[in-house]
């Protein structure tokens, strides 16, 4: 074991990897406990009715923010990986596409708004937000850093990002600001963002800003690859986020803030399976080129290990919602104890949908599980429409749960090519106790 230690801190191609993926994890868990901890701060100063309507405006924003990525995020990395010499080109290209996307979406807004029941005062906060979608522009650089695999730049422009903003709404929450001053941050943040991105490429990159051209052939090629992730980014989005439009349309905004107050507790524990899911793959992956045995073995074993850590975190924030809720918030979102229990229902559904996407990839079942997804959105809106204006955020949370058991579990069922790990699901769960490291 310490040979092989030994053998893999002098490889440099293993050296590089495991340093860019620790600079990512590392940033990943900062910014969850910063986050929920200023979030929560947020919350608490606001209350219900204003965090509710700046959830809302955000959740509005992203229905339609996918248009403004175009898909192209995974695209262009991968042109970058295998054409470094195209660097400029598609960089460039790429930078104006997103711009174009960036402006597409402000115009999509001002007239979706028509179609709501948002005041002037909702609007100002929804296109403030929207704006900050231009400075999303200037993540191509992400997309060069993560193809040279140089991931500490990315860290270092989201923390200086993180912590600005941070500062930012500690210091407005101490000087009493309006509701509109926090939407003001998120502009700011992608202003900060942007700037702190085009600072680390410029000075570890050849790359200067002349170099940003748009090449027409370039874009079409990227669009032709990219429209998929569209589509896919679009239905995954409108799952995440469709619940507080609802909610805010057919309720009102205070039950919104109870509503995200809620999902940000659970959303918080999301980066856990994701981290698994990269650390593990690769062995699960390699694992099927060996042996079919093997392979079922560690999906097995990566199941138990996600319903594991499901109930690690669900049993107490089951048990005791109410009081965290109380704790975190104050007693003015005392009503969120029963929703926050209730959203723990979610939390297996999140940790087994990303465990099953490992043996999606694998499979390369990518189309049937954009269908799943779509299939699990529509039931979605359809059970909200219905239920929201039945029992609230209870009916939102409800329809959601539905709807990932159909995305993850039922139409798996009745496809032959996934009906075994849908066994291999159940089964997990029943001897989750039968965890075996050595297998996983």
């Known amino acids: 074991m310490v040979s092989i230690i030994k053998f893999l801190k002098n490889h440099q191609g293993f050296m590089k990897y495991f340093k860019n993926t620790s600079w990512l994890f590392a940033e990943k868990i900062l910014r969850m406990v910063v986050g929920l901890l200023v ?15 700046l959830s809302y405006a955000l959740s509005f924003v992203g229905l339609f923010s996918i248009v403004a990525t175009f898909g192209l995020d995974e695209i262009v990395v991968r042109e970058l990986v295998k054409v470094e010499n195209r660097r400029d080109e598609l960089i460039g290209t790429a930078f104006w596409l997103k711009l174009f996307g960036a402006f597409v979406v402000l115009l999509a807004l001002a007239f979706a708004v028509n179609f709501t029941s948002n005041d002037d005062n909702s609007n100002i906060l929804v296109f403030i937000i929207a704006s900050a979608l231009i400075f999303q522009s200037f993540n191509v650089v992400d997309f060069y850093f993560q193809s040279k695999v140089m991931g500490k730049f990315i860290v270092y422009a989201n923390l200086i990002s993180l912590f600005t903003s941070s500062i930012v709404k500690i210091t407005l929450i101490l000087n009493d600001a309006s509701l509109i001053a926090f939407a003001w941050v998120v502009l700011f943040d992608g202003f900060i963002l942007a700037c702190g991105f085009i600072y680390f490429f410029l ?14 052939s370039t874009a079409i090629y990227l669009l032709k690859d990219s429209w998929p992730l569209i589509f896919s980014g679009a239905v995954l989005m409108i799952q995440a986020r469709i619940d507080q439009v609802m909610i805010k349309e057919m309720i009102n905004s205070t039950e919104v803030g109870y509503y995200s107050a809620a999902i940000r507790l659970i959303e918080a524990f999301g980066f856990i399976p994701v981290m698994l899911k990269t650390s593990l793959y690769p062995s699960i992956l390699n694992s099927r080129k ?16 996600n319903f594991i850590l499901f109930l690690a975190v669900a049993i107490p924030l089951f048990l005791f919602s109410e009081q965290i809720v109380i704790l975190l918030y104050g007693i003015e979102y005392q009503s969120v104890g029963i929703l926050l229990s209730l959203m723990v229902i979610r939390l297996f559904f999140a940790n087994m949908g990303v465990a099953r996407g490992a043996y999606i990839i694998s499979e390369n079942l990518m189309i049937f599980s954009l269908i799943t997804m779509t299939l699990g959105t529509i039931t979605n809106v359809v059970l909200n429409y219905f239920w929201i204006p039945l029992y609230a955020s209870k009916g939102a949370i409800i329809a959601t749960i539905i709807s990932f058991s159909v995305s993850i579990f039922v139409v798996d069922i009745f496809y032959s090519k996934t009906r075994h790990n849908v066994i291999l699901q159940v089964k997990s769960i029943i001897t989750f106790y039968k965890l075996n490291i050595n297998k996983s």
């Open 290 to 305: 060996d042996s079919i045995e093997l392979y079922q073995n560690r999906l097995l074993n990566f199941y138990r290990l």
């Open 203 to 216: 000075k570890h990159s050849t790359f200067r800003i002349k170099n940003l051209i748009f090449y027409k």
């Open 39 to 53: 979030g929560v701060w947020v919350a608490r100063y606001l209350g219900p009715e204003k965090f509710g309507l």
